[in-house]
């Protein structure tokens, strides 16, 4: 498990998938509680506070509200989008990183996650604390790949991924704060 930390609205989150999509409010849920229900649950830790991403009133993109993941190295929070083995979807959030913290995330092939199966590898924001305003991702079809970000800003985080042609053949575009990370049609990387 990896376990690093940031704070991250997802006010306009969206997910397209063969005219199915969701989105999350994050002004939905109470201050100060645990999220574990719709689309959220963790990776197996039991979805209480300290576990599930935290309802928090402490920094918001648009709002009040938006889902924290506390910097005490005991959140395990996941976002399911629903084990997604074909087609093409799309995944668009805000994100905040406080100066001087990390950030991470990865996309797993299946919820409950078991042992883990990363689809995309690890997207790094700050990596060790090493690189405030840097990110990098460890495993694309162009290797290791590095970005910036707004470091103490919000910024939107945005996903395409096309698994249409099945999953051994799938393809993903990431832009961060309007800049493309990986340009589309870039392969997926199974680490």
């Not at 910036?148 to 053949?169: A, C």
């Amino acid at each position: 498990m990896k376990k690093n930390y940031f704070l991250v609205a997802l006010l306009s989150f969206v997910m397209v998938t063969m005219n199915a999509q969701f989105s999350d409010d994050m002004e939905s849920y109470a201050d100060g509680q645990p999220i574990f229900e719709n689309w959220w649950t963790d990776w197996g830790c039991g979805g209480g506070a300290g576990c599930a991403i935290m309802s928090s009133s402490a920094q918001a993109n648009d709002g009040s509200l938006s889902g924290l993941i506390p910097s005490d190295g005991s959140t395990d929070a996941v976002l399911d989008l629903g084990n997604k083995i074909f087609g093409q979807w799309a995944l668009e959030f805000m994100m905040y990183v406080p100066a001087g913290k990390t950030g991470y995330f990865n996309l797993q092939g299946t919820v409950p996650i078991g042992s883990g199966e990363w689809v995309v590898g690890n997207i790094f924001f700050n990596q060790d604390g090493a690189n405030p305003g840097g990110g990098s991702i460890d495993d694309s079809a162009l290797g290791a790949v590095e970005f910036t970000y707004p470091e103490g800003e919000w910024f939107s985080v945005v996903m395409n991924v096309d698994i249409s042609l099945g999953i051994g053949l799938a393809t993903w575009q990431f832009a961060v704060a309007g800049t493309d990370v990986l340009p589309d049609r870039n392969s997926i990387h199974k680490c």
